[in-house]
């Protein structure tokens, strides 16, 4: 062991979180390895027991580690998981969600749209470059850095209106030559948006912790269409062992996922989940998100975020298209993100959540 705290790095727990995390993922500590027992992990680290606890709990939230009773902690992320299995894939039977109501406050919104138009005036009658304001970009690329993990330029960042604009989009980028593959279940547009692009797309049974393995394996498909964090309509969230099977099927070929990260900011984890861009460092996955679950479904404000080695290809393809945005709503989002008013009703959000799950 040798397992460290830095000051100014972050709470205790998410240091020694990150740290056993890595070694597991690395392969230091193999499947079913008995992890450093808290006694232990106190005295090296001199923080406290509920401190190691936290940190213990995130990972068995994640499906890292699992606890044993009177006998401690164990891995339980295979790397290998996945492709060699042969087993008879179960179905998975869903438990329907509806979608989160958020009630943005709208004096917070109003008092924004009132400073917007007081602030810009006539700019706000000016046309928006083709991939939106880099206002905009700049504070979406601050925003997913401190609570995605997510490190980006803003020129890798597209705005476009709404979620099913952006699938047609990915498809003219990508290509309508290749197979996509969704969940099934999955959001009903999705499917919808590849029948109207006219191209092929494969369903791909899910189980409790992702896409049945033995389908991925078997797939035709070299774009995975997938929401880790909560796919829609069943709920289902991806194991760690299955996000990293994602990313490694992407990268076994010419092959690229398209992580549709629907409702993550609502997480009740303390710390951001692990998102299929950060883990493949940026290659491979395009990251795509909206505002209509955190703000309002009336603010048709959608982007994706490209890994480096499309946006050349982007611009090269599309980069004609003019932006799908009004100028005045690319605005309003940016003082709602620079303000600091849309983290904090993501906070206030994600408090009563914590509140009513232990209640």
């Known amino acids: 062991m040798n397992y460290k705290i830095e000051p100014n790095k972050g709470p205790a727990y998410l240091q020694i979180y990150d740290q056993i995390k890595k070694e597991i993922v690395a392969g230091s500590y193999a499947y079913n390895k008995k992890l450093p027992s808290k006694r232990l992990l106190c005295e090296e680290t001199g923080v406290s027991i509920i401190t190691v606890e936290h940190a213990y709990d995130l990972l068995i939230e994640e499906g890292y580690v699992e606890s044993k009773e009177r006998s401690g902690y164990f891995v339980s992320f295979r790397p290998s998981d996945g492709f060699a299995s042969s087993r008879a894939y179960s179905l998975f039977h869903p438990h329907p969600i509806a979608h989160a109501t958020t009630s943005f406050p709208f004096s917070v919104l109003a008092r924004s749209m009132r400073r917007v138009l007081s602030d810009y005036g006539e700019a706000l009658l000016e046309k928006a470059p083709n991939a939106g304001f880099e206002e905009l970009r700049k504070a979406l690329a601050s925003y997913l850095h401190r609570n995605r993990d997510i490190v980006v330029d803003p020129s890798q960042i597209v705005i476009g209106s709404g979620a099913e604009y952006l699938y047609g989009l990915i498809v003219e980028l990508l290509g309508r030559e290749r197979v996509y593959g969704i969940e099934s279940p999955s959001y009903k547009k999705i499917e919808q948006v590849y029948r109207a692009e006219n191209v ?131 605005y309003l989002l940016t003082d709602l993100l620079e303000s600091g008013a849309f983290e904090r009703h993501i906070n206030r959000v994600r408090r009563a959540r914590r509140k009513n799950a232990l209640s």
């Open 200 to 330: 092929r797309y494969e369903p791909l049974p899910l189980t409790n912790d992702g896409i049945d393995s033995f389908f991925l394996a078997q797939t035709t498909a070299s774009v995975l269409h997938v929401s880790p964090y909560r796919s829609y309509p069943t709920g289902v969230t991806a194991s760690a062992s299955k996000r990293h099977e994602y990313v490694r099927w992407a990268f076994s070929g010419n092959r690229y996922l398209i992580e549709d990260d629907f409702e993550s900011e609502f997480s009740l984890s303390p710390k951001a989940e692990d998102t299929l861009y950060s883990l493949s460092d940026g290659e491979r996955v395009i990251y795509l998100n909206t505002f209509s679950q955190t703000i309002s479904p009336s603010l048709r404000i959608g982007y994706m975020v490209l890994p480096k080695s499309l946006v050349g290809v982007f611009e090269d393809k599309l980069g004609f298209y003019s932006c799908t945005v009004p100028t005045y709503e690319q």
